[in-house]
Every structure is written in structure tokens, then in C-alpha cells.
């Protein structure tokens, strides 16, 4: 055991010879599905390597690296016009990452192509014990309780770590192995784990993401042969459209289906649970409705068009275009408009309609910063597309697809393990040594 532990410990040292920033990056990606004061602690560590180095470390302008911290500039400023300070104070702590990772990338100089490759490795593979973990635990909670929800979403990787973050995180590792220039077999059975718990978690929007990132991949990426690019084009379709028959997503996806088609439909599954009867709400009626009822539920997409409308009546009703409400100053503004519309309020139990963000980054930045922290947001989006496109790096541009995506129905960079994993992963793809050339995928 000793010697298994030694020789991990020297390939550890070899591989990150030179750069012990890229090793310290490393540990603050894996310590985001821990308690927040792992992650923290791993931050202050970075900082502090950084300190310290500083008289021997080569600091380079990097526009790339000016943008995230620009935002929180204006988060900071936005304190003085806030509605509601007691709200904007404390998020501004949980932001800070905006500032602190950026400025910690550009006073270190970056991390060189060769080191970024090496830490996406450690990463994926870190990722996939991960996703070994939670199977395993919900195999065993399954046998103990019997209850087969303990290998879907929340209920998989708990509330708190998120199921749609952890969706991100597998699917990213996913297309790291999947962009490797050879394949092995514990490459494909990688991926078939990554793949299954993409699916288990449940998040239909990185699932549709995901199958989209596999088809651009095949269709733009891959060095196969057009023979070999139509068969796995077919046999992802085939897995694609099989996903119709999987429980939970089955659920989801019907669900979501009949929000489009048909006003007050039954919600079977909450009726059943609460004892009584629930009715979705469709888009039609999120988008129109005057008042809603306590037993109104709003599916997911529905959800995100009533919060859509909320929006636009506060940006009709109020003064918010050039400097939006300030940091997290929203909530009394939604709650207000949840009142009026009578939503469901929550109870003991339950987080009512009208406590919830806007679910969505790009609404929830001009909402709360105006038109120029949705500005800045859409520069670094574009900014990170653009670089990982030039590159053609694939693992890049799956991380900036999905953001992208995933932005559309969740204010991500407003929860701490959002705000980290995006800030580190867009400075580890866009900082440091200009790209030179086709990347060479290490092997294990």
C-alpha cells in the first residue's frame, strides 16, 4: 500500500513539474461537490501560492481575464444603488470568486497547454470516482429502502451539491474522454458511466445539450470516416429518441410536453403525493394566466416563461434598464409580483413560487445589473465560444455549449459551486500560452 501511495505521490509530482499552480486549480475543481469550506480553503490556498510566487512569476496582460472581473466591479458598485443592501452585502462575498480566480491566473502567469490537458485528465478521472460514489451509495440505499427515486436527480447527489451541476460536471468529462485521440476500453466504459449518470440526473436541458454536443462532435469534429460518422450519428438518434421510455426522464419529458399542448392538466405523481389534486400549468397559461391557484403546478419550462414575464413587467414598470435592482435585490420584486398572482406562497415544508430567482443568468444579470452586466456576461460566453472554436479543442467547446445552455434555465453563477466551477474552468481554457497548434490528448 505504501508503495502504491509513493508511486502515485512521484506521478503526481511529475506530471504537474513546474506549475503547481495547475496541480492547485486541479483541487479547487474537485473541491466544488464538497461542504463549502473545502472548496473556500482550496481557494485561499491557490491565493496564497500565488502571494508567494508573485517575485518570480512572469504576469502577462490577459484580456480574456478582465471581463469576469469587470462583472464584479459592477456587482460591487451596484451596492449603492441596491434596493435592498441587506440583500446585495452578503452575495457579494459569495461572488468574490469573479475577482479573486481571475487576478489569481493573471498574476501566475496561466497554465501552459500542457498543463491544462493534464489537469482536465486528472479531473475527468476524478470526476468518474465520483459518479462510482453516488451510484454505489443509491445501489445500497435502493436495497435498504426499496425506493428507486435514490438513483434520480437531487435525490442521487443531494440538493445542496445540485443534480444539474453534477450534470455538468459528468457531461464535461464525458466529452474529455470522448475527444481523446485514441480510445481503450476503460475509456468506453468511462464514458458509458458518465453517460448514465447524465441521464439519471435528470436535467432535460443538459440531456438535449448533451446529445446535441455528441452530434456536433461527430458532424465537425471527429477524425472518422464518413461511414463510421453516419452509423454513430444513427446509434446516438436510436439512444436519443430511447429516452422517451426511461422512467423519471419519461415523467419529465411528458410532462413538459403537455405544458405546450394542454392548459390544466392532471399532475398525476404530486396528486398522488400530496393526496389531492394538482394541475400543470401550461406555457400558454404562465405566459397570460392572471391569478394562479395553490394547487397549480409549473413544470419546468412553464416555470421559466411565468418568471420570463415577470421580467419584462419589471423592466415596463421600473427604472432597472442602466443599473437593474443590484445584486440580489430581485427576490422582493418577485415575491411581490408572486402575490399578485397569487402563486403558490410555500409552507413548513415547501419554498413557495414566489421566493425562487429567475431561474435563468442572462434575465438575472440585466434584472439585477442592467443592460451592461448582460453585456458583460454575453462577452464572456462569446469570448470562450470563439477561443474554443479557434482552438478546436472540444473539451472547451462542450464547456462553453453547455454553459451556454445551461444559463437559459438557471442562475448558475449566482449559487457558490456554480459561481467557482465557472470562473475556474474559463480561466483554465482561456488564460496562459496561446494555443500552438492541434492539442495531443495525454494517455493514461
Known amino acids: ?31 466544488i461537490p464538497f461542504p463549502y469550506i473545502v472548496n473556500s480553503i482550496a481557494i485561499a490556498v491557490l491565493g496564497l501560492y500565488t502571494l508567494i510566487r508573485l517575485k518570480t512569476a512572469q504576469i502577462r496582460f490577459q484580456s480574456y481575464l478582465l471581463f469576469p472581473i469587470l462583472l464584479y466591479v459592477l456587482m460591487a458598485l451596484s451596492f449603492w444603488w441596491s434596493i435592498d443592501r441587506s440583500l446585495t452585502l ?53 436495497f435498504l429502502t426499496g425506493n428507486s427515486d435514490v438513483f434520480f436527480y437531487h435525490e442521487l447527489v443531494t440538493k445542496d451539491v445540485n443534480a444539474i451541476h453534477v450534470s455538468v460536471y459528468m457531461a464535461v468529462s464525458f466529452f474529455w474522454f470522448l475527444a481523446k485521440s485514441t480510445q481503450k476500453t476503460f475509456d468506453y466504459v468511462a464514458m458509458a458511466i458518465l453517460l448514465l449518470m447524465v441521464l439519471l440526473l435528470s436535467s432535460v436541458n443538459i440531456i438535449i445539450a448533451f446529445f446535441g454536443l455528441i452530434i456536433i462532435y461527430f458532424l465537425a469534429f471527429a477524425k472518422v470516416s464518413k461511414q463510421m460518422r453516419m452509423k454513430n450519428l444513427i446509434v446516438m438518434t436510436v439512444l436519443l429518441l430511447s429516452l422517451g421510455f426511461i422512467g423519471k426522464i419519461k415523467d419529465h419529458l411528458h410532462r413538459e410536453y403537455e405544458t405546450i399542448m394542454t392548459n390544466s392538466t392532471v399532475n398525476d405523481v404530486i396528486s398522488k403525493e400530496k393526496n389531492s389534486t394538482f394541475f400543470n400549468v401550461s406555457i400558454k397559461q404562465a405566459w397570460t394566466q392572471d391569478k394562479f391557484n395553490e394547487n397549480d403546478f409549473f413544470p419546468g419550462t412553464a416555470f421559466r416563461v411565468y418568471q420570463f414575464r415577470l421580467f419584462l413587467e419589471m423592466l415596463d414598470e421600473d427604472a432597472i434598464f442602466w443599473k437593474g435592482y443590484g445584486l440580489n435585490a430581485s427576490y422582493p420584486k418577485i415575491e411581490a409580483k408572486g402575490l399578485i398572482y397569487n402563486v403558490f406562497q410555500g409552507n413548513a415544508s415547501l419554498e413557495g413560487y414566489q421566493k425562487k430567482n429567475f431561474h435563468n443568468q442572462y434575465i438575472q444579470n440585466f434584472a439585477e445589473l442592467g443592460v451592461f452586466g448582460f453585456l458583460l456576461l454575453i462577452i464572456i460566453i462569446t469570448l470562450t465560444l470563439k477561443k474554443a472554436i479557434q482552438s478546436k479543442d472540444f473539451t472547451h467547446f462542450a464547456f462553453a455549449f453547455l454553459m451556454i445552455s445551461l ?10 459551486r456554480g459561481v467557482v466551477y465557472f470562473t475556474i474552468m474559463y480561466c483554465l481554457f482561456n488564460s496562459g500560452i496561446p494555443f500552438q497548434g492541434p492539442k495531443t490528448e495525454q494517455k493514461l
Open 1 to 31: 500500500m505504501n508503495n502504491v501511495l509513493k508511486n502515485f505521490s512521484e506521478t503526481i509530482k511529475q506530471d504537474f513539474e513546474g506549475e503547481k499552480q495547475a496541480l492547485l486549480v486541479l483541487l479547487v475543481l474537485l473541491s
Open 90 to 142: 452578503p452575495a457579494l462575498s459569495k461572488e468574490l470568486s469573479l475577482l479573486l480566480i481571475p487576478l489569481f491566473f493573471w498574476l501566475f502567469g496561466g497554465i501552459s497547454q500542457e498543463k491544462k490537458a493534464t489537469v482536465l485528465k486528472y479531473y475527468s478521472h476524478c470526476i468518474l470516482i465520483f459518479a462510482l460514489f453516488y451510484l454505489s451509495k443509491a445501489t445500497l440505499r435502493y
Open 407 to 416: 444559463f437559459l434555465t438557471e442562475s448558475f453563477l449566482w449559487r457558490q
